[in-house]
């Protein structure tokens, strides 16, 4: 992801923990090509557990990347509210949300 794209957060970490965001980044790459799942659809994976762990943060990370990778407005939408069975509703709007808040610039 280019610098300028890297939230103010994320930019600080890895500046002051350079090393430390290198593995994080190691890891993230290392189990992307471990199976057969394409880009896009990993990043909707992620997306998913964001919004189940209340994770605002990697919720806006996820929604860019995987539009990025061509996610459409739609299907970012339903990944997030196929979860209303297993997280709750509250958890769900709260996802959709965040989701809108990076949605809305692109």
Wanted: proline share 4%; hydrophobic share 40%.
């Amino acid at each position: 992801m280019p610098k300028e794209k890297l939230p103010k957060n994320y930019s600080h970490l890895k500046e002051k923990h350079h090393s430390f965001i290198e593995a994080v980044e190691a890891l993230g790459k290392a189990v992307k090509c471990e199976g057969p799942i394409d880009e896009k659809t990993a990043h909707l994976i992620q997306l998913a557990a964001a919004v189940a762990i209340h994770s605002e943060g990697a919720v806006h990370s996820h929604v860019r990347r995987a539009h990025e990778c061509g996610a459409t407005l739609e299907e970012i939408n339903h990944t997030i509210i196929l979860l209303t069975s297993t997280v709750g509703f509250p958890t769900v709007s709260a996802g959709l949300s965040w989701a809108q808040d990076i949605l809305k610039k692109q």
